[in-house]
């Protein structure tokens, strides 16, 4: 069970993350999907707000780096893996299909849930079948493991 501290903590933290990409224009999708298009409305506010992210990510992982132990666990879990490969790429081209077709990502996705818009409600179950079919089909034991394709 998560000790108290840990919870309010993950709460702030994915509270202000909700807050700042509602405000940054990250959660409306015709805002994304101009940015995504150089050819047509194009609008590059949101290299500001992606600028804005990395200067503060870097310095983030600079000092986790370098710290001991993170605040509310025993160990870092830090990624392993740094091969390219086919499942990387496919995952990256689908997930960028589907954040410029649909103007969303995870996030954003689910810091505009509340707003109850049913364009928004649609793209998130579709989202979500998305994620359940590929966890279906990979090789950690879904569909692709038993029928020996992965």
Known sequence: MKTLPVVLAALGAGLLFGLGLIVSGM?????????????GRFDPSLAFVMGGAIAVTVPGFFFARRAM?????????????????????TGTGLFGIGWGLGGFCPGPLVASVPLMNPGTLVFGIAMLVGMVVARLVTSDGGLGARLGTT
């Open 27 to 39: 959660a409306d999708p015709a805002k994304v999907q101009n940015f995504l298009d150089p050819l």
């Open 69 to 89: 132990r993170p605040l509310f666990a025993d160990v870092f879990q830090w990624p392993t893996r740094q091969d390219v490969d086919g499942r990387l790429l």
